[in-house]
């Protein structure tokens, strides 16, 4: 009996784990800073942080390869200093989802923020609270909610990126062949029940993700109306 190989499975939830994790701490940091600043130097920042959302994958993949590819300015520098490369390694898998993924936290992340009373960091600036403090304790507890969905966001997301990986990282069998780049080589090659197998696991996993985060939001509008 054919066995079929799951690794894509695990690689594509241990890239889409470990890039919402990224994506999250800079998508925030971001949002956070970008929402700090002048309007017009909010509105070219935005624009810069949303591009790779409206670019087509491959484009950004392309960019990407030149950035970080083996010949590349960064991909030198990280190769001469760290030791390591983003081409074609499970690392450059991690870093195009993550650059695909962010601008769906860091919208959701300004949107969150914005929605914030700035009554709340205002009465926290009278009682002598720093700017780090209010965001801790005053704004990342009230965003919360809109924080997390963009975290779902970009977790679905990571899990379905294909063009800029395929374009830095490659489709190398138990290396950076993520679900979509299986579902790709399998129906290319002919083997459509595999094919199959592979795209039920990615909807399957697409529709966990959206039933999580449909569900926290249910339960989020109940305890304010509660």
Known sequence: ??????????????????TTLIVFLLGLAAAWQTGRLPARRQLFW???FTLPLVLPPTVTGFFLLWLFGT???????????????????????VLAAAVIAFPLLYRSARAAL?????????????????EAAIFRKVLLPNALGGLIAGAV??????LGEFGATVMLAGNIAGLTRTLPLAIYSSAAAGRWQEAA???????????AAVFFLNLFLYRSSKKREG
């Open 1 to 18: 009996m054919y066995a079929l190989d799951w690794s894509p499975l695990w690689l594509s939830l241990k890239t889409a784990v470990c």
């Open 46 to 48: 935005d624009s810069i």
């Open 71 to 93: 010949n590349g300015p960064l991909g030198r520098l990280c190769r001469e200093l760290l030791g390591f490369s983003f081409a074609f390694t499970w690392a450059g898998t």
């Open 114 to 130: 914005e929605q914030v009373d700035p009554d709340l960091a205002a009465a926290a600036r009278t009682l002598g609270m720093g």
């Open 153 to 158: 966001l970009a977790f679905a997301r990571s």
């Open 197 to 207: 197998l592979y795209a039920g696991a990615a909807a399957l996993l697409g529709l």
